[in-house]
């Protein structure tokens, strides 16, 4: 039995795993919840499956990591109030189901210098296909590391079609249900961008060897390509649930869990190769990644005040990226890397970002 601490339980992630969980009670308990401020959720969350323990908010998020025993910690929160968390789940120990690629992302060297071997499982669909995928082989044997990704809503479309873009309109992922957020992120492919970082913070694979490919159907999670001329794929229908079950109990595999591509009826996979001059996000990740330190905490911060101003009608669509990369060349960072540190780049990033957004209008 498997005992699960579940952070972001009333979110995407968070109720797909808790519908993972309902299906094999057999092999999962939830010891613990936490949501971010849906408190009757929560409430209701808890009574389902009989928990005790439970938080509102990340600070109460990252006490109950160090409070309660688990076997697994899924982080599910969205943005880099994760990282706290994180860091409390690979300081007890604990396997980290991780799909808050923001506390990775903007934690960097500080998450990966706690992490044991293993200790980090990715629940985002393309890290959990690469790591399925490197199975196959062993790490001197990998080529590279091809991520995929749907295109968003947008795909196909010059930069100068992107201008009059609007909220609604980036909201309209052609795959993939999640919140404002992450689908704004995928619509601009800063998604993307930080999935790049988080591949190689994970796999300690080159930002050079790793590429990323537009995938539309959203059938070929990720790819690995080996030194032999081989890629091993991981295809299987968009549905969260296979590599959310997959991070609480890596790596075994719990049956049932998603139906399988039906083999019996023809379909058309196609692979086209990203338009950066439309899309300039992930080429500024890889910027932002090889530079270190504190520069991805900036990157994603500015990111986020700028997808607010977006939605308040205060930014362009085209202006997201445009922010970011004026923060980012304006930031100078510090000496060490600590949690003081990066909150501190975060904080100037936040305004600095806002100082932009307020020019342009």
């Known amino acids: 039995m498997r005992r699960v601490l579940i952070l972001g339980s009333t979110g995407s992630i968070g109720t797909q795993a808790l519908d ?21 959720m929560l409430e209701e969350q808890a009574a389902r499956f009989g928990v005790t323990h439970t938080a509102l ?17 899924l982080n599910g929160i969205t943005g880099s109030v994760g990282l706290g968390p994180t860091l409390a789940a690979l300081e007890s120990g604990r396997t980290l189901a991780l799909a808050n690629k923001e506390s990775l992302i903007v934690g ?14 990715p629940v985002d669909s393309e890290h959990s296909a690469i790591a399925q995928a490197l199975r196959s082989g062993e790490p001197d044997e990998v080529r590279r590391l091809v991520l995929t990704a749907s295109g968003g809503p947008f795909r196909g479309r010059r930069r100068d079609e992107l ?13 993939w249900d ?5 689908t704004t992120n995928s619509a601009t492919l800063v998604n993307k961008g930080l999935e790049v970082i988080e591949a190689y913070l994970l796999f300690g694979v080159d930002y050079d060897r790793i590429d990323v490919v537009v995938h539309p159907q959203s059938v070929v999670h990720s790819m690995v390509e080996f030194i032999d001329g081989s890629t091993i794929a991981q295809a299987s229908p968009p549905d969260m649930r296979l590599p959310i079950s997959l991070g609480l109990d890596w790596p075994r595999r719990v049956a049932g869990v998603g139906a399988p591509l039906d083999w019996t009826r023809a379909s058309e996979w196609t692979f086209e190769p990203l338009d950066d001059a439309a899309f300039p996000a992930v080429a500024l990740a890889k910027r932002v990644g090889r530079e270190g330190r504190t520069y991805p905490a900036v990157f994603n911060a500015a990111n986020e005040q700028a997808v607010e101003a977006f939605h ?41 970002a806002d100082r932009a957004i307020g020019a342009t209008r």
């Open 163 to 175: 201008a009059s873009v609007t909220p609604d309109q980036a909201l309209a992922h052609p795959t």
């Open 108 to 121: 960097g060297e500080l998450v990966t210098s706690l992490a044991a071997p293993g200790q980090i499982v």
């Open 57 to 73: 908010g990340a600070a109460d998020a990252e006490r109950l990591v160090r409070d309660v025993e688990a076997d697994v910690v």
């Open 312 to 352: 308040a009608g205060a930014l362009s669509f085209l202006g997201i990226v445009e922010t970011v990369e004026r923060v980012v060349e304006a930031h100078r960072p510090p000496n060490e890397l600590t949690r003081e540190s990066l909150a501190e780049a975060e904080s100037w990033a936040r305004s600095a």
């Open 178 to 182: 999640m919140g404002r957020v992450v």
């Open 20 to 40: 993972v969980i309902d299906s094999r009670r057999d092999r999962f308990e939830v010891v613990g919840l936490a949501a971010g401020s849906n408190a009757r």
